[in-house]
């Protein structure tokens, strides 16, 4: 069983800068491919960021430049470092997973970007 833990959402200008983590219960990242998304209030499930398990990235339009993703397999852990931030990428973040043909999601972080 996979267990995926956001952390790292809040508050914050905009023009600011925020980083997510995604603690995984295994070690997994080295093998899998990996994503951020988000959801908005109102708004479907959106695809930010992903990470191929050769370490290719891919971004949504609205966030390239912007944010990027990586991760840190000695620590299982996935990163979204956001900065310039605006107050349309207010939302609940979410990791997820493919791992042996199940996907699997963390229980979000919330991020509120605002004056």
């Known amino acids: 069983q996979v267990q995926l833990v956001e952390s790292g959402g809040g508050l914050v200008q905009p023009g600011g800068s925020l980083r997510l983590a995604c603690a995984a219960s295994?070690?997994?990242?080295?093998?899998?491919?990996m994503g951020w998304y988000r959801q908005a209030p109102g708004k479907l499930r959106e695809l930010v960021a992903i990470?191929?398990?050769?370490?290719?990235?891919n971004y949504a339009e609205s966030v390239k430049d912007r944010f990027t993703i990586s991760r840190d397999n000695a620590k299982n852990t996935l990163y979204l470092q956001m900065t310039s931030l605006k107050p349309e990428d207010t939302a609940v973040y979410y990791c997820?997973?493919?791992?042996?043909?199940?996907?699997?999601w963390g229980q979000g972080t919330t991020v509120t970007v605002s004056s």
């Open positions: 990470i191929s398990s050769g370490g290719k990235s």
């Open positions: 295994l070690s997994i990242l080295s093998d899998n491919p």
């Open positions: 997820n997973t493919l791992v042996a043909g199940m996907i699997y």
